[in-house]
DNA sequence: CGGCGCTGTGAATACGTATGCCCTGCGCTG
DNA sequence: CAGCGCAGGGCATACGTATTCACAGCGCCG
């Protein structure tokens, strides 16, 4: 609207010819206002275009019908480029905002920076929505001190990895990892390497790890440490780690790699040594990223319902606003298979 | 922070034995605070974790800080899925209001929905930047609205469009469909179809079809119409109209999508009919979406510069909002040769 | 040595909404 | 017919900040 004529809500009860409160009162439904009176002033409000100033309204309330959503990860190199994976999210959490009646503040942190504290205390939001891979030791710290303040929030991550801090929605990443190993088994694969941190650097990252391992263990096979790489998830550093991997010289069938991303770089590295995938070796990703039907070969991967994810993120924060006590909650994985394997 | 006890500038004031509007004044580094004052004020502010309330802040200055982003498209089956290309402004624009000191408010919505009032009047957001591809003929009715609100935005898309209605940033997409055309001339290629709107449906798309021509026109050719099929954009659409073009049975060589996740479905509808890419048919797409350097084969397309874009979005919008009078800007589209042609 | 201007700060207030409390009138009951 | 209850709506105020104005003290110049 122009500066020069805000509507106000006693602009309306002026031509309504009530008083400012009734307005109010009006607008939002309160039955205290004869239904005749209502329905004039929700007229009068429609034509003069009148929208309730959300700064006054915030600061009356206490609340800003806004949730904060908080994309963070590692200090990498290539700013700008948000995770695939979490960005796929964000359509559905958009969704569930606007069905909720809350706006989203959007905002892209690195995980090094102090973007914990800011939002709650300034009242910009009433919770935050946290996503991102990040250190868990860096990550650790910023949960704890937003549970500290008491703050609204809900986080993607890993559940079994919870720690007690916060509320935790995650896909079940051991099953996911388990299905990879038992579909590699399956295909005849034995030697299977692991591209991707399996310390707690990443516990969604370690928990593909042990679920692979379980499967191996299953098959009677173990995890041979040698076939592990550490990579951080970015395509770039799966095709740094694929390279390493290669580099040493230990035979292996097939290639876990612990996100997409990371597939992809390995998927470049594969090329470039000339191992032919799946031939020489089979290649399976996690997070089915849209980008993961595209590759050469399609990439078999482990499918997070991203979409179902957004609105139980949201659904969960909204509830916790409310003052409800919420839950953490696991989703399945699905095993999408494709030519890669 | 709990809601409890919500630190206020009262408090700090208190503690520093100093008056409210000395601590308002101290924190917004106004000169007339004395630097020991200032000091002693900011030590405190910061040890009892103070943040200025954004709501009353607001409503006190009369300006929310705060920008509103809204992606929309044409009303299409599969929701809550954000064309990629814009998604990929997404990271450069978070970046820049972050530098600007501006958050931002995300929001998606279908083109034919009221989204269009809302932000600017009830003082949610001090601008807008819309960024989307829609029936023209709907979202000229909504941009003019904005104008006539006097509303601050800025949008990305066809400045030769423009039509005089708000600030246009976008890229020069009739060089970039010449471009394409010179491309494909030099490769010998010389029966190109169209697959996408050429109308005014979407301005772009004209342009790019434009350049088309214009580089046909340059050669002796002229663009065959049999050779065009609409498609709005979408990677469905895309496949869809791929299969009515092959259906025609008109000859061609080459296909232009006018936008890669167009390609995006051309390619799957030509790798259907048997038709190889290069080979039979060379393929080239519009945007350079992170997809597509990994189709099978890699599409050559037109990049738009989308970080640059992000930011140039931003600090317009940014500029505007202070009062400068703000000019459409054309960006380059650059030519990326990968395998498809 | 008195007044003037400057520096630093306090007092008062406005931004627009939402809500607790009070008041008025009308209908109904005893 | 008096009193009571309730529906409908007005009055006053609070939310926390930022700004305008007023004012006190001090140094300095004439």
């Not at 009006?26 to 209502?38: E, F, N, Q």
């Not at 509320?167 to 399956?186: F, K, Q, S, Y």
């Not at 069938?253 to 992809?264: E, K, N, Q, Y």
Request: aromatic share 8%; net charge neutral.
């Amino acid at each position: 609207m122009a500066l020069s004529d805000k509507v106000t809500s006693f602009d309306i009860a002026a031509l309504a010819g009530v008083s400012q409160p009734t307005v109010s009162r009006a607008l939002r439904g309160d039955k205290t206002v004869s239904a005749a009176t209502r329905l004039r002033i929700e007229a009068i409000a429609r034509q003069l275009n009148y929208k309730v100033d959300r700064a006054a309204s915030s600061l009356r309330k206490g609340e800003a019908r806004t949730l904060a959503l908080l994309f963070f990860e590692d200090p990498l190199p290539d700013d700008s480029h948000i995770n695939p994976f979490f960005l796929s999210m964000l359509g559905s959490i958009l969704k569930t905002c606007a069905l909720r009646g809350y706006d989203l503040l959007t905002s892209f942190q690195q995980l090094s920076a102090d973007w914990h504290v800011d939002y709650a205390d300034s009242r910009k939001a009433d919770g935050l929505i946290l996503l991102g891979y990040g250190d868990w030791q860096l990550y650790r710290a910023r949960v704890e001190q937003l549970v500290g303040q008491k703050t609204r929030f809900v986080r993607y991550g890993s559940v079994a990895a919870s720690g007690g801090l916060g509320t935790v929605i995650g896909c079940d990443n051991r099953a996911g990892g388990a299905a990879v190993g038992r579909h590699l088994i399956e295909r005849r694969r034995r030697r299977v390497a692991f591209v991707g941190e399996a310390s707690d650097h990443y516990p969604e990252f370690r928990d593909r790890y042990r679920g692979l391992a379980d499967a191996l263990r299953e098959a009677g096979l173990a995890a041979d440490p040698g076939l592990h790489v550490d990579a951080l998830s970015s395509e770039q550093a799966g095709y740094e780690a694929t390279q390493r991997l290669i580099a040493r010289g230990i035979g292996f069938d097939s290639l876990f790699a612990a996100s997409d991303l990371i597939a992809l770089g390995a998927l470049r590295a594969l090329d470039e040594a000339g191992l032919v995938v799946p031939r020489a070796v089979s290649v399976v990703g996690f997070d089915d990223i849209p980008a993961a039907s595209l590759t050469r070969p399609p990439l078999t991967t482990v499918a997070q319902d991203y979409a179902r994810a957004g609105a139980v993120l949201v659904d969960t924060l909204v509830r916790q606003i409310a003052g409800e006590a919420t839950d953490h909650l696991t989703l399945p994985a699905t095993l999408v298979v494709r030519a890669s394997t």
